[in-house]
């Protein structure tokens, strides 16, 4: 019995060398096609551009260039151009990374490593691919690399955010490109419409480029929406002869209960609209003979400034058939 037992771990010991083996034998191989990659970026010199080795398994990635001195400069991708990685790199991971010597870049939130001249180009690549299989959790045979050399200047183009190895430095054409030295995570806070006149000044043109289309297709189904997110105006040719509008009221959206105060209903009534009933919705008529495509533009704009609070938070969303 004791001999069997001993016979079985000697089995099992030789089977968890065999696949440490393969797997180290795999590691070797991704080494060699990265060492490869990272000396053809530092022998090959083209006039104005600078060469980029990029180590890449899906959206992880790890990119590097020769810097004027002669050191490598490698980014690891991290969560803020890439927020899928957020789930890859959980707070253990970013810790093992700042073991492993990288640190995190704010301007990209990408992680950074700087290997000083004298570091050997398969010890680097050795280092990426450990960086990649211990906190990524990328399997070395699944690596792949490419080179490319990106015009030399002090903020080159990047992949957007959220796209395929966003905040990857690119010039690929074909990809949408930042430029910039930095990204700003926080978007900026639109400017605040300051008067229903403004908005009219603003945004009256294209509405009554809809109006007008509304006016020269009456006599078939056409329609336009105005919806500012937390409220809608509807309109549509009746007839020929006018055409007809909804402005959304709380029957149809519990949320306008607290937009459309007393004081608020009173601007609609006093922009001629009749309270549901007829529909679900406040409602107008605007005969096409009396009122021009300008007029109930900046009719529906001021509604919707008034009596909506829509102040420019995010832009109208137009709608049609």
Same mark, same amino acid.
Request: overall charge neutral; charged content about 25%; hydrophobic content about 40%.
């Given at each position: ?138 399997? @070395?045979?699944? =690596? &792949? %690399?490419?080179? +490319?050399?990106?015009?030399?200047? *002090?903020?080159?183009?990047? /992949? ?101 105060? @007393?004081?608020? =209903? &009173? %601007?609609?009534? +006093?922009?001629?609209?009749?309270? *549901?009933?007829?529909?679900? /919705? ?40």
């Amino acid at each position: 019995m004791r001999i069997h037992c001993l016979g079985l771990g000697i089995l099992l010991t030789l089977s968890v060398s065999c696949a440490a083996a393969e797997r180290d034998g795999k590691s070797d191989r991704a080494i060699d096609r990265i060492d490869g990659a990272l000396d053809t970026i530092t022998k090959t010199v083209r006039p104005g551009r600078v060469g980029y080795a990029t180590v890449y398994d899906g959206s992880k990635y790890i990119q590097c260039r020769r810097l004027p001195d002669n050191a490598m400069r490698c980014e690891a991708a991290g969560s803020v151009m890439q927020p899928s990685l957020g789930a890859v790199l959980t707070r253990e991971r970013t810790d093992a990374l700042a073991t492993l010597g990288w640190r995190l870049n704010p301007a990209f939130g990408n992680y950074v490593r700087i290997f000083p001249a004298d570091v050997p180009t398969k010890e680097i690549a050795a280092q990426i691919v450990r960086t990649l299989d211990e906190v990524y959790g990328s399997n @070395p045979t699944d =690596l &792949e %690399r490419a080179t +490319a050399f990106v015009e030399d200047v *002090p903020c080159p183009p990047r /992949n957007t955010r959220a796209q395929s190895l966003g905040g990857l430095v690119n010039d690929d054409p074909s990809m949408r490109r930042i430029r910039t030295c930095a990204y700003d995570a926080a978007p900026a806070e639109p400017d605040k419409i300051e008067s229903a006149a403004a908005l009219v000044a603003n945004s009256g043109a294209t509405i009554a480029a809809e109006i007008a289309r509304l006016r020269a297709n009456a006599k078939r189904h056409v329609f336009v929406i105005v919806d500012t997110g937390t409220g809608y105006v509807q309109c549509g040719p009746e007839s020929p002869q006018a055409l007809y509008c909804e402005a959304q009221s709380p029957q149809s959206s519990a949320a306008l209960a607290s937009v459309i105060t @007393p004081a608020r =209903l &009173e %601007r609609l009534h +006093a922009l001629g609209y009749a309270d *549901p009933g007829r529909a679900t /919705n406040y409602w107008k008529r605007y005969p096409f003979d009396r009122y021009s495509d300008a007029a109930i533009a900046a009719e529906i704009l001021t509604l919707l400034y008034d009596v909506y609070d829509y102040v420019g938070a995010a832009p109208l969303d137009i709608k049609t058939e």
